[in-house]
Each structure stands twice: as C-alpha cells, then as structure tokens.
C-alpha cells in the first residue's frame, strides 16, 4: 500500500509500503492512485514528494504478479497521471530505484536522491522493456545514447553516475526525503511544462540510424536469440524519431510480445532460482536460516595456478587478508608479479578501490598456521589432495575451515584425513574464479551447518552465486557435463563435424559450442581424468566399448596426436598459432574423423540438427533428474543456476530443468526412450523423470514438493 501524510509547510509525502523493497504490486499502485488524488484535491498542498519505506524508495512493479492476471490499476495511466499533476512532485531516492520505480520516479518533476542510491532500469534481464514510459522517458532526459546504454544493458548506476547522466536533480549524504521535502517547497508555483518528459525531445547524435544499427548489432551478438534486448533497442528507435504519444503506442506494442514470451517467463523464473539457492538446506535438516556463519577475516589458498590465483583475487576484493601458497618457486615468482596486476584490473572493472597490500606470497605451508579458512587449489590429483590435506590439518589452529577446489573429487575423503571431518566442504570455483561468478558449495555427509554456511556466506561476500550441493563425482555440473559430451564425442562418430554440433549448440544460445569449449579450456584435462578413470592410457584396449558403455575414443586420440586445443594452436579446429583464438575447420579432423569411422566400420549418416540438440540436452537433463532424484542438489532452481551462471546455458532459457519443463517431460521422456541403448546408461531414462510423467507432469516449481513427497513414500 501507500501512506498519504501532509507535512507542515504545505507538502504532501506519499510514502510505498511494501517490504522487502516496495514493489509496485496491485495494493501500492491503487495507494498510489489514492494518494494522488487526495494530494490533488487538498487545496492546502502545494507540492508532493513520493519515497519508500525503510530506506528504499522502489525496486520496481512485482515480479510475482506477472505470472497471474494483472488486478489493481495499472502502472502507465498511473505514472502519466503523476506526470500531469499541477503541483511540483519530487521523488525521494533511497535504496534503490529501479524499473518501474525508476519510471515512477522519471514521471516525477525532479528527483533528489541518497548518495548511496542505485538506480537503473533491469527490465531487460528479465526479458522485458521499461514499459511504463521508461523507454521514451529516459532518452528524452539524458540523450539516446546513454538511454542506450543503460536500457539494453540494463545495469545499475551509482547515485553519483546517475546524476552526472542527467537522471538525478541533486544527490546528498544526509536524508533525501527531508532534501526533497525542502526542495519541492522552494519551487511551489513555478511552472512545471519543462519538467514532464513527455514533453520534450528527445536528444540524439546526428548519426542516429548508424548509432542504433550499431548498438542493434552489438545486442544481437551478445545475447544470442534473446527478444528483450532487441525489443529495446526498437522501443529507443521509437523514442529518437515518433512524437511520444506515438513511441508510447510502440513501447506497448513491444512490451505485449516479450510479456507473454517464454523468454520472459524463463528469466523471471532465473530471478528467483537466484534467490532460492540462497536458501540452502541440507539434508540433515540444516538450513541458511538455522546455521550461523563464522565471518572470515584471514585465509589462506594453497596453489597458485590458474584457479588458484583467481580465487586470491576474489578473496582479496573483499577484504580479506590472503596468504598465498605456491611450493613450486617458479609458479610462486610468476604468481607474485601477476596476480596484483589481475587485482587492480578486476578492481577497476568493479570501479572499486585496490585493497592495499591484502596479500602476502609464500612457499611454505606453515604460513597458513593463523587463517581463519583455506581453499586448497593443488592439482586436481587426489593423491596430492590427500598430501595437502593431512598437512593442513597438522599445521592449521583447531576449528580451521578447510576447504577444495576440486571440480569433482570425493570431499568425504579428503575430510577423512583431517582431524575435523566437519569443518570440511568444496569450493568448485569456475574459470576464472575472479570472474565467474557460480560457485558449488560441496557438503559430505559429515560436513557441518557452520561450515557449510561460512562457504555460502564467504561466496556472496565474493560476489558469487552459491550453490550448496552433495558429494558425488563431479557434484552437479561436472556430472552433468559428462553425458553431454560423450553424446557431442558420439555424433562426431557417427557422421556430424564438430562445426556442426556447435553451431547447433549456439544457435540454442550456448556462448560456445562443446568443441570449441573443450579447445579452450584444453583436451588434456578430461584425457588427465580418463586415464585416473582406467579408461584409457598404456595397456587399455583401444575399443568402442569400455567399462561395459560405449566410449568414444576419439578425444584420447586427439590428445595422442598432440592436438590439445588453442593452448597448441590445433584441437577440434585450428588456429592461428598456439594461444590463437578464432576457431577455423580443419581438412585434418575431417580425414581424422573419416579414417576413424573406416576403421571402426561406421558409415557417417546426416544428422540433423533437432537430433544434435536432443541427443546432447537431453542426456545433460536426464542426468539432472537423477542428480535430484538422488539429493545430490535440493531443487530443480539449484540445477538451473548451476548452469546459467557456470556452465553458459542461455539465461533467457531459464535452466536445463526449467527447459525440460517448457519442452514437456513427456517429450523428453519419449525422445530418450527413442535415442536409449542398452550400452549408453545415460540415457535410460531417470526414475524420477518417468515418476513425474506418470504425476501427469507437474510445473517445475512443483518438484521439489513433489520430490519430498515421494521420497517420504520411498518411492524415490
Ligand atoms: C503490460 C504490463 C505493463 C507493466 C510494465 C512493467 C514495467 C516495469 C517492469 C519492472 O519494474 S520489472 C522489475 C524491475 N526490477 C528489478 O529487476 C529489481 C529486482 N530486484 C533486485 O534487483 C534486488 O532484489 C534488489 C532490489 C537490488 C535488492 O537486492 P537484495 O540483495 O537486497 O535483496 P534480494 O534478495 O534480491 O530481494 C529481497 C526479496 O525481494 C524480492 N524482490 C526483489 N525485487 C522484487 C520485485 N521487483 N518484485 C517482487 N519481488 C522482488 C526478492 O525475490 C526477495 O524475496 P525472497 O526471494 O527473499 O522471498
């Protein structure tokens, strides 16, 4: 709702009720609506000042409502309305004022903002527009281009940006609502024409059409397939060259295509995966609200590789005091000149200040004897793990949080040989971990609810969307990958090129299809894991079948020929040179592929591309099913945020578990039965996915229920 008060001195104040960030919901715009009025026919107020309760003026309509018909007054007649009314209306920013609170507050005559504010218009990463007049107001303040820029990246600006950008009228350090209140009292009276947005033109560069073909392209390659970003930059055509009325008609028009778009649904549903994943809970029964998190002051990595040094960086843009370990002195000398220059650029991209001298560098594990936590970042060789485990916790103080950064070894194991098996967890950060922003929080079962929580707590210090998830090969993501590529391995074998299977990956909205990934990220290291898997090396068999599956070993046998990816300058494609990065087909793995198939007595057959992307996606969602039936991850929203934040699933695709449900599981489950062999265990199937079908396929927002359920019946 919304409170109306008149304040002495002929102001009246319109103050948003709705916790946590007074979103525009139904009973606030009709409080709106109400207030106005009063404001209006109350001859004793002579201006009005509209701000948020508790610190936060606005985040914007409610993102709940979208999935249910629209009830209440609806948000443009209410936001013109304010625009046309004949006393002086300043909006008093605090918190946040985005979306729909940002259109609110450009219907405002002024606006006075906290210099701690963050405003912006994020309609766009939900698969909107700002479609209550934000796409024609905002050019017409602050020019095209940077209404651009703003409305298709739809990132937020500090208080300071905003009102160098011309959004904001005056910014103060002390209370904004008391600064507006003064503020709309002094300018009682004056003429308001030329502060209605509407009203104005709206500034553009000469080169308007080359400005907008441009930015059109630049959106179109950044967000491969994705409607909203490109339904933005029509909306801003709109405002640079039709009268407003007009540009308004067309902002609609835009905005009733991306409302009911699976695209929008789909992001709306990654808001608040992001969210839910915040809200872990374990089996065991505890849970984020539950378990106290330690606050970490001082830790410690152990390895300073790529990953290792990633993860000093993110650690070190908090705050934190990092000690970094790196036994091999070369590794140590060339960490030690790197890794500050990584963190003044990562500091500089986030605009934030270098922290001084948060690191010190050492090649002796004993330096890690004071922290508060480690992330063990070695070799991905258990072995090694083991070494470094044990001697951590002989070295550590008791009640040290120790923690790997293994991407799928066994965390029980590793907690096994420490003398505190509870205080141990997984932190699988992403490449590279100063960037990326997923992390899997990996808990066994003798971790404990202190130490799950510091490793979820410390990811969102970092900025990181954690994941709590269970010990098994891989956790979630790796898991999942494996199916995937081995289906990618086994269209190659059967007659597609690796072109071809990438470009049907990216035309899905993949940044990358799964050869060109694996170039990058180099064909060495799953080859490292298959030979520590006994499934390839000196003295193994080199057949089609191994293990009783069916294996491909066309990898391996890349790996043999020395094509490791970019990092050799050849892999699935070729490059310009060690370290090139634009990926060209190669005659060579064409021959390779051919003489390959000769030889194994295969005849390549086309494959279309509707086979490509149910064959890899579908045994990548077939495994996510089991991951769920077997509480490796608490939620089909735990699955889905693995992926679109680690793994480059399209966001406007929601998840793979949110695509299965958008697909149709019965679909799914008759496309695996149909691709389903005896010898490829990975797509059989999952128990819980066939449950569900037989459920008669519930939304996914009922699975986890659904899940408890059957799981409470042993049916699962
Ligand atoms: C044809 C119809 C015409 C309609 C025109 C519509 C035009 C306008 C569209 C919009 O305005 S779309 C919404 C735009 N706003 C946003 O995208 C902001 C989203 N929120 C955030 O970015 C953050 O929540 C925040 C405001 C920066 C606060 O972050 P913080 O980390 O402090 O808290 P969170 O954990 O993110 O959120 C707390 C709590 O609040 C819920 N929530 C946040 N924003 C909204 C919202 N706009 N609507 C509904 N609910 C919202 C969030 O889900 C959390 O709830 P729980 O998950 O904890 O229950």
Redesign the pocket.
Known sequence: MATYSRLPGSVALITLHNP??N?LSAAVRQGIVDAVQRALKDPKVTSVVICGQNGKFC??????EFAGP?LGPP??PMIHAIEAVDKPVAAAIEG?A???GL?LALACHYRIAHSKAVLGL??V??G?L???GGSQRLPRLIGLTAALDLITTGRHVSAAEALKLGVLDQVTDSNAVDLAVEFVRSVAGQPLDSRRLSTLPCPCPPDVDSLLDKVMSKVRQRSRGALAPVACVRALRAAASLPYAQGMEKEREL??TL?NSGQARALQYAF?SQ?VVGKWSLPSGARWDNSTARIISKAAVIGLGTMGRGIVVALALTGISVVAVETQEKQLAEASRVVPAMLQREAGRRRLATPPGVISFSSNLQDVSEVELVIEAVFEDMSLKLQVFKHLSSVCRPGTLLCSNTSGLDIDQLAAVTQSPGLVVGMHFFAPAHVMKLLEVVYGPRSSPEAVATAMQLGKRMGKVGVAVGNCPGFVGNRMLKPYLEQANFLLEEGATPRQVDEALEEFGFPMGVFRMSDLSGLDVGWRIRKEAGLTGPGVESTRTRQGRRYSPLPDQMCEAGRLGQKTGKGWYQYDGPGGRVARSDPWVHIFLETYRAEHGLVARSITLEEILERCLYALINEGFNILQDAVAAGPEDIDAIYVFGYGWPRHRGGPMFHADQVGLGRILQRLNQHSHPDVPHLKPSTLLRRLVAAGSPPVQKWREFINKERVHSQL
Do not use: Q
């Open positions: 946590p960030v979103a985040g914007g309509a409610d993102i709940r629209m948000l443009v946040v985005l979306g729909g259109e994020p309609e990463t939900l909107l700002p479609g209550a905005m009733a409302f608040f969210r």
